[in-house]
Nanobody
């Protein structure tokens, strides 16, 4: 398994930007993919963006064109650049990693970081 630590959340006005970071440690050699999820109060956790170990990316429709997921392999860090933020982007954002363990795939989660978009 891996350990994940998010940072970068905070309060921002509508239209503003934030960059989230997720530092990965542990068994990073068997990473398959990583992603950002978010959970707003009273709602289910949803996928925001994902990136595979080959660099392929995928975005939720409601963040496409505004958010960018990336990674720095040398720093074992994944990022989520969030631009043109809207109040509906307010949520706790979680970092996720999928790793191969034996013949199965296991998921790991960070502790979450709060993003609040409000004027």
């Amino acid at each position: 398994q891996v350990q994940l630590a998010e940072s970068g959340g905070g309060l921002v006005q509508p239209g503003g930007s934030l960059r989230l970071s997720c530092v990965v440690s542990g068994n990073i050699f068997n990473l398959l993919a990583m992603g950002w999820y978010r959970q707003a109060p009273g709602k289910e956790r949803e996928l925001v963006a994902a990136i595979t170990n080959t660099g392929m990316t995928n975005y939720a429709d409601n963040v496409q064109g505004r958010f960018t997921i990336s990674r720095d392999m040398a720093k074992n860090t994944m990022y989520l650049q969030m631009n043109s933020l809207k109040p509906e982007d307010t949520a706790v954002y979680y970092c996720n990693a999928e790793t191969v363990v034996g013949f199965s795939v296991e998921g790991s989660w960070g502790q979450g970081t709060q993003v609040t978009v409000s004027s």
